[in-house]
């Protein structure tokens, strides 16, 4: 299993319509082949970054796959209005978080 971490520089005055268009563009992500669950969450000290974090049975479900698929350009087009600037995205490895709190797992 493998995670995508894409931060998102979404334009401060846009950042509820942006919550708007995410949920809207969402369910292209979740039907997505290898999709295992994704979370989207707004920085404390920098409201306007997002982090998309997505759950991805293996790195070739994601890239190529999503990527290269008429859904993820829907996605896409669904949020480019709303960034400040190009996402950055990439990828680590991980089974999950431990139950106790205690280091990643």
Not at 79 to 105: C, K, M, N, S
């Amino acid at each position: 299993m493998i995670y995508e971490i894409a931060l998102l520089p979404v334009h401060k005055e846009r950042i509820e319509a942006f919550r708007g268009a995410f949920a809207e563009v969402a369910p292209l992500l979740s039907r997505a082949q290898g999709y295992l669950g994704h979370m989207l969450a707004q920085g404390i000290e920098t409201p306007e970054r997002f982090n998309l974090i997505v759950r991805w049975a293996s790195l070739a479900d994601h890239t190529p796959g999503f990527e290269a698929s008429e859904d993820h350009r829907i996605f896409m087009l669904g949020l480019e209005e709303y960034f400040t600037q190009e996402p950055q995205v990439y990828h680590i490895e991980g089974a999950g978080f431990a139950a106790d709190g205690g280091a990643f797992l």
